[in-house]
């Protein structure tokens, strides 16, 4: 019982198929399942749907190597190390791929409604904006609100019909095949501990089918359970699980490792043409496996990185200019 | 109270425009920070007139009091002295229940009603250039009761018509017809209010209280009103300004850079030559 749910990384990708809807754990730079993406790009994967709260690197990575084929979420950028989402603009420009624009908050509220089996939620955000603008439901445009994977409609409007509260704007559920979560520690069981901010991991892992956990290390169930009210994810809601230290890089992870803000600058620089994008990929991702992706960026770059067990951030990163 | 104005060679315009952003905050408000300058902003509030400030992250950090300036909403250093680190299921219920009095956030383009872009230039199903999205600009700025913009002045910025209603502003659009509206009418219980503030790197512009028209309130030094409506492609209301945007104080100034962004993460120091 105990092994049941180990997989490996090339596992963990292979169940990932080919026109799957994905979404991560994380916020922008931090906590995402980089060693997993990686992966799915050196596999070939293709015509995925993203659906992500907020996106990232992650996206940025996916979306350079031709992997999506539809982005539904709200935000692309690397923060501070990249002003916006290069190759995504790209291939919009190039019509190579459907986006769908939600709110942050529409996107936060879609995945707790799918988290607790609603099929839409309710909100009053973004109220007059073009991102209610019915020309501009993309995937409708496209043909694709069948109801079934997608939904009928972007947005219904109406009014409060409880308390006279005034227009109401309800959103679908965001339905997920799966989701790919990268975290400090997992029990052998699934039972997950996310330390510092836990961003929107529990409505994502909860919303999808299909639940993937990636950790820093795999911990014994019993010493997770020993403080259960400091557990985020139920054992029950995650599928599988692996090891993989420094599986977030080029992303942060609270307590472990700051996010590499100049591995993320370089590839911002480098990859706003495809041919960028491409000598980027063939240089850090295709002809290596983690270990000698972790063994390229070299012990002196990660003890960089590593974060001060008491302030759970690195003091040896150069954040400024 | 006498303060202790800094010399224009002593500050910098990313000086400026942070002060700016500070003394729009009010001690005891619950604030929401996006990444960037504001950020210094509220945390230079918080060391100065307004030390009871709540300060809200969207990534999931309630009244945090960061030892260290984060680089980003989700960033490892958020979480220390705060009331509590959670989620963004928090950090936007919060939000949409009412308790956020003002947001600071950002935009490509602004209209003379305060609707922001940050989503794409040129025509959204064609765009000449497709931006990061809203993020959650728009909903902070339709929880909020008050929201500052800080924004880069260019000509092209401020414009009559923003390629892309991102954030709502005072006059916004009633779907499916996209007929303008006061946001009032489209809000009904929920409205608290809209943008009341854009710090531009040329001066400091309000909205009117009935019409939700921009006007230019205080020009930065250096710069005229003649010279700042040259600066917009709308017709900028100039007959109300109020004077000078003030500097910075040597106090902030010397909070600014030594004590919340020394690794001028954000804002650059003015070199002393």
């Not at chain 2, 003002?102 to 959204?124: P, R, W």
């Not at chain 2, 923003?162 to 303008?180: C, L, N």
Request: glycine content about 10%; aromatic content about 10%.
């Amino acid at each position: 019982m105990s092994n049941s749910k180990r997989i490996t990384l090339q596992q963990a990708a292979e169940i990932i198929k080919d026109g799957s809807s994905l979404t991560f754990s994380g916020f922008t730079i931090w906590r995402r399942p980089f060693a997993i993406v990686y992966e799915l790009i050196r596999q070939g994967r293709k015509g995925l749907h993203l659906i992500e709260v907020n996106g990232g690197p992650q996206t940025e990575f996916l979306v350079g190597a031709g992997c999506v084929d539809i982005w539904e979420s709200c935000w692309v950028g690397h923060e501070l190390y990249g002003k916006y989402g290069a190759n995504l603009s790209r291939k919009v420009g190039k019509k190579e791929i459907l986006v769908e624009d939600y709110s942050h908050a529409e996107m936060l509220f879609r995945f707790a409604a799918a988290a607790s089996g609603a099929p839409y939620a309710v909100t009053q955000t973004s109220l007059g904006t073009d991102i209610h603008n019915p020309a501009y439901d993309t995937l409708g445009r496209a043909g694709l609100r069948d109801g079934k994977r997608f939904p009928k409609q972007k947005y219904v409007f109406t009014d409060d019909p409880f308390f006279g509260a005034g227009p109401q704007v309800l959103v679908p559920a965001a339905k997920v095949d799966v989701a790919v979560m990268c975290v400090q520690q997992v029990g052998e069981e699934g039972t997950v501990r996310v330390a510092g901010q836990y961003y929107s991991d529990p409505e994502a892992a909860r919303a999808a089918d299909i639940t993937i956990v990636m950790a820093e290390e795999v911990v014994p169930e019993e010493y997770l359970r020993r403080e259960s009210d400091r557990n985020t994810i139920t054992s029950f809601e995650v599928d599988y699980i692996l090891e993989c230290p420094f599986g977030a890089h080029p992303t942060g992870m609270f307590g472990r490792y700051d996010v590499d803000g100049a591995f993320l600058k370089d590839f911002y620089a480098k990859t706003r043409t495809q041919e960028g994008f491409d000598a980027f990929a063939k240089e850090w991702i295709f002809g290596h496996d983690h270990m000698s992706y972790l063994d390229k960026l070299g012990w002196p770059r990660m003890m960089n990185l590593r974060a001060n067990t008491a302030l759970n951030y690195s003091t040896g990163v150069k954040r400024g200019q | 109270m006498t303060r202790d104005y800094a010399n224009p060679e002593e500050f910098g315009l990313a000086d400026l425009l942070c002060c700016a952003a500070s003394r729009e905050v009010q001690d005891n408000e619950i604030v929401f920070a996006g990444t960037g300058l504001p950020m210094v902003a509220i945390m230079l509030a918080q060391k100065t007139h307004a030390p009871n400030l709540k300060l809200i992250f969207e990534a999931g950090t309630l009244d945090g009091r960061p030892p260290e300036i984060p680089t980003s909403v989700g960033d490892a250093r958020c979480e220390m002295g705060a009331s509590r680190a959670s989620g963004l299921y928090d950090a936007f219920s919060i939000a949409q229940r009412g308790y956020v009095d003002l947001g600071f956030l950002g935009g490509a383009e602004v209209d003379e009603y305060g609707n922001v872009n940050t989503t794409c230039i040129g025509d959204y199903l064609d765009p000449e250039l497709r931006l990061t999205g809203s993020g959650g600009n728009p909903d902070i700025n339709s929880f909020a009761r008050r929201t500052v913009f800080i924004m880069v002045h260019e000509k092209r910025r401020f414009t009559p018509n923003v390629s892309y209603i991102t954030s709502p502003g005072w006059r916004v659009k009633k779907w499916p017809g996209g007929e303008f509206v006061h946001r009032k009418e489209l809000y009904g219980a929920a409205f608290r209010g809209g943008p009341s503030a854009v710090i531009s790197t040329a001066g400091v512009f309000r909205f009117d209280a009935e019409t939700g028209r921009i006007y230019l309130d205080t020009c930065h030094p250096g710069k005229s009103p003649e010279e700042i409506r040259e600066m917009c492609h709308f017709d900028l209301d100039i007959s109300r300004v109020s004077g000078e945007t003030l500097p910075p104080t040597r106090e902030e100034l010397h909070l600014i850079h030594e004590v919340l962004d020394p690794e001028q993460i954000f804002i650059p120091k003015v070199k002393k030559g």
